[in-house]
């Protein structure tokens, strides 16, 4: 690896090795320093084990939410090298001036072409293939299959379609029945894996069903640290049911969420479209009360 000198004899560029959370934002933070830098991974991405999490301990942030700007302000970032399958063989020099031979293993694609699309992989003419397994036909309801077919056929024909058509059958249904699910992934072409990976991705879908209205305690860093646990603990006494829970007549269902986006409002509580920030604990039962009740005129409390 060249050495690039500065005038005054100083190394300029530094070389982060390990490409986690952590090699990321050490990368992220020498660049902003105005410091060349080469981030090295022996894997064949970096993103190390966060990558791999759905959630992170205590907080239950999304690890992809955490990691996604930096993998993206790490890819554009003009002083930033990254090189995977990458291994440190030997460092000679000394602290500030040093030079690290670092040896790469074949990638066997070109990555300046390479965008990403994964059509190589799927026309791999060595690749062992494996029949998919059959997903039987959806056994859905006639009038239940009318009204998805019509949602359907308003996106079908639109680029990246399953988004919006999953959206509208959720404001619609509520929840996504395992037939509604198989019926759309045999009408789109998406895979049904895929369609059941999405619908359970997002907090604002569900798979069971929910009441008719959802009280969303967000549980983000921000507000658990202003208190938001105890609010949902009041929640759960004034209803008489746990987090995740619905009440039995069907109207309330109370669940704990990551960041709404109103963490200056911390901590806040958002049914539907209200928005409860700077909420107390004493507040909590008028609240719960007044969608148990079935009103759901709610304040908007957004100051
Ligand atoms: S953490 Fe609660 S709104 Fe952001």
């Known amino acids: 690896m060249p050495s690039e000198t500065k005038q005054n004899g100083r190394v300029g560029a530094a070389l982060v090795v390990g490409g986690g959370i952590g090699g990321m934002q050490a990368a992220l933070d020498l660049a902003g320093g105005g410091i060349k830098v080469y981030l090295a991974d022996s894997k064949a991405s970096i993103g190390g084990v966060m990558a791999q999490l759905d959630k992170t301990f205590p907080t239950n942030d999304c690890a992809m939410c955490t990691m996604a700007p930096r993998l993206v302000e790490i890819g554009r970032h003009k002083d930033i090298e990254i090189l995977t399958l990458s291994d440190v063989e030997r460092i000679e020099g000394r602290p500030g001036n040093f030079t690290v031979t670092i040896s790469r293993r074949p990638r066997f694609v070109d990555e300046s072409k390479c965008t990403g699309c994964g059509t190589c992989v799927a026309n791999c003419p060595t690749q062992t293939r494996v029949q998919p397994v059959e997903v039987p036909a959806a056994e859905i309801e006639p009038s239940l299959r009318v009204k998805v077919a019509n949602i359907i056929a308003r996106h079908k024909n639109r680029q990246g379609p399953l988004m919006p058509i999953l959206q509208e059958v959720n404001a619609a249904l509520n929840y996504f029945p395992e037939a509604v699910l198989k019926y759309i992934s045999q009408e789109t072409g ?59 007549d069907m109207l309330v269902t109370l669940k704990g969420v990551r960041c709404i986006g109103c963490c200056g409002l911390a901590p806040a509580v958002m049914v539907g479209d209200s928005v409860y920030g700077r909420l107390t604990v004493k507040e909590v039962a008028g609240i719960a009360k007044k969608y148990a009740g079935g009103n759901n005129h709610g304040k908007v409390n957004a100051g």
Do not use: Q, W
């Not at 202003?226 to 929640?235: A, V």
């Open 190 to 248: 998406y895979p049904f894996t895929h369609v059941y990976r999405i619908a359970t991705f997002y907090s604002a879908f569900s798979v069971v069903p929910r009441g008719k209205y959802v009280i969303n305690v967000c549980m983000g860093t921000t507000c658990y640290v202003r208190g938001s646990e105890r609010l949902m603990d009041r929640f759960a006494e004034t209803l008489k049911i746990r987090p995740e829970e619905t009440t039995p």
